[in-house]
């Protein structure tokens, strides 16, 4: 490690000292397995029958319940989601508690609860799970685990390895509304307008995409690091450069307002529920189109363009014309939000 001898919560963030802690520790001890190495939100493995997905994650969000979601809902939406920015339709999900002594069962019901909802509307199957209980202080108050699995198609091939150059970049809708409503309850700020997350299951609208074009390279969902994290990384495993046009870029006016306020940049927010999509250009056009036809997708719009092979770099288009490299943010984020 070159930063530091020593693991920080900068290291959890999903920026720079992610990525490093990735690469230099991690990588280098599993360099047996290919697979691992594709840097994916949901790993590929052929079977017998086809092709699945696997996916892992655990979700530490304070507070808990925050406008839009909580640590429930945020659980299977980021597994899900996951599972689908790589084509798959999610099938079957694990899910283990790991429970601070004291906790009310009340507010665990309700966790609960959530993520019975987001199961039952996305047709997904919570088939196995496990729960512990440690000392009072050990932990804060609860974290979940979860891993998926669903089937990808084998006319499929989505990757953040297989941007190309004249790909356009659509996103979903508006960025960073997740993370300024945790911020928001957290911290007791109140920001004009009634801000919610964005968490949301995106396997629908992902379905609608791939049944109107194979062409879709990428898909990212821009969660720890936010937009300038997931494109930084798409740009390193694709070895592209990336041109981002700040103008086109969906920013709601009170999260604009509320990152001006806080001294944040709107790329580096996390958003739950949103996507961006790296699709050949001759197909862009219909993709929006189709995305347009889903709640989730309503506002999609190109945002950017693949401009050449081999500077891994992402630029950013500012509004008065001029261009600046978008780095990988750096440092501590916003800790506990997702």
């Known amino acids: 490690m070159k930063d530091t001898d020593k693991v920080l919560l900068a290291h959890g963030g999903g920026g720079g000292l992610s990525y490093q802690l990735i690469k230099d520790l991690i990588l280098p001890a599993f360099e047996q397995h290919p697979i691992l190495k594709e840097l994916d939100d949901a790993a590929r493995v052929s079977v017998k029958n ?3 997905a696997f996916s892992t994650d655990s979700f530490v969000v304070k ?3 925050f406008p839009g979601g909580d640590i429930g809902k945020l659980a299977l939406c980021g597994t899900i989601n996951d599972l689908a920015m790589v084509g798959a339709k999610p ?30 509307l996305t047709g997904v199957q919570v088939v196995t799970g496990d729960t512990k209980v440690v ?15 669903g089937s990808i198609d084998d006319d499929l091939d989505i990757s953040s390895s297989n941007a190309k150059v004249g790909d356009n970049i659509i996103m979903s809708g508006t960025i960073g509304d997740h993370g300024i409503a945790v911020l928001s309850q957290r911290e007791g700020f109140e920001f004009q307008g009634n801000l919610l997350s964005d968490c949301a299951p995106l396997n629908h ?3 609608r995409m791939t049944e109107k074009t194979k062409n879709i390279h990428v898909l990212r969902d821009p969660t720890r690091g936010g937009v300038a ?5 798409i740009a390193l495993q694709s070895g592209v450069e990336i041109l981002l046009k700040e103008a086109k870029i969906p920013i709601k006016e009170e999260v604009r307002a509320a990152c001006e306020m806080l001294g944040l940049d709107p790329l580096h927010i996390p958003s739950e529920g949103r996507l961006v999509a790296f699709v050949s250009e001759e197909d862009a056009g ?16 190109i945002v950017g363009q693949v401009v050449s092979q081999g500077n891994s770099r992402v630029l950013l288009e500012t509004i008065i014309g001029a261009k600046r490299i978008l780095t990988l943010p750096k440092g501590e984020l916003l800790p506990r939000i997702c």
């Open 135 to 149: 000392e009072k202080g050990s932990l804060d108050q609860l974290f979940i685990n979860t891993a998926g699995i």
């Open 286 to 301: 219909s993709v929006i189109e189709t995305m347009r036809e889903d709640p989730l997708g309503k506002d999609a719009s």
């Open 50 to 52: 086809g092709r699945l």
């Open 63 to 65: 507070p808990m319940f």
């Open 91 to 120: 099938m079957y999900i694990s899910v283990a508690f790991i429970i601070e002594e004291g906790l009310s069962l009340k507010t665990l019901g309700k966790v609960i609860e959530s993520m019975e909802k987001v199961a039952r």
């Open 205 to 207: 609208l992902v379905s």
């Open 229 to 233: 994290s997931a494109l930084n990384e």
